[in-house]
């Protein structure tokens, strides 16, 4: 595997994988728990954020060509 952060991958566990859902207010119990079940089942390596601040860098009213931005409704770390 070609992957440069290989050596970083880090076993998942289901409270790395609700990390996320633990702001209050953010994601109600039931949906988080069932988000981090799954994340499991998908993928045994919890997920490597690097440069997570980026996310506010973006600004969708600059792109220009056709593009489909997706973000939650209630996620505290990429707002629109």
Known sequence: NNDIHDHNRIP???????EDFTIEGSTPPDPAT?????????????????N????NNLDPARI????????????????I
Do not use: R
């Open 12 to 18: 998942n566990t289901f409270n790395a994988a609700i």
């Open 34 to 50: 069932k988000f981090a079940q799954a994340a499991l089942l998908s993928d045994p390596y919890k997920a490597n954020w690097y």
């Open 52 to 55: 997570l601040s980026q996310f």
């Open 64 to 79: 220009t060509v056709p593009t489909l931005v997706v973000a939650g409704g209630q996620d505290p770390y990429a707002p």
